[in-house]
Nanobody, 115 residues
Framework: QVQVVESGGGLVEPGGSLRLSCTLS????????LGWYRQAPGKQRELVAS?????MIEYADSVKGRFTISGDTDNLYLQMNNLKLEDTAVYYC???????????WGQGTQVTVSS
């Protein structure tokens, strides 16, 4: 099992920026798929961005050009620029085991974009 802890959410005006951070610990593999999901009120949880070290980075169409996922051995980050009202959601950091597709979730951090 992987322990996942997010931080960095908050309130920001439209057009502003936030950086989310995530600390990962426990039973880790280099092949794990690391990601950020979000869930807005009344909507399904969606994948925002994912990263597998040395292989692939992917983004949801809604955040391409505005969000950047990055990380190192024990940390994952999501730089969010030009935030929009529709980016308001609880953001979750995740670690997914490639062999089983099992996902470990963080507790979530609230991001609110409001004027």
């Amino acid at each position: 099992q992987v322990q996942v802890v997010e931080s960095g959410g908050g309130l920001v005006e439209p057009g502003g920026s936030l950086r989310l951070s995530c600390t990962l610990s426990g039973n880790r593999f280099n092949s794990d798929i690391l990601g950020w999901y979000r869930q807005a009120p009344g909507k399904q949880r969606e994948l925002v961005a994912s990263l597998t070290f040395g292989t692939m980075i992917e983004y949801a169409d809604s955040v391409k050009g505005r969000f950047t996922i990055s990380g190192d051995t024990d940390n994952l980050y999501l730089q969010m620029n030009n935030l929009k009202l529709e980016d308001t959601a609880v953001y979750y950091c995740t670690s997914q085991r490639r062999s089983t597709m099992y996902i470990d979730w963080g507790q979530g951090t609230q991001v609110t974009v409001s004027s």
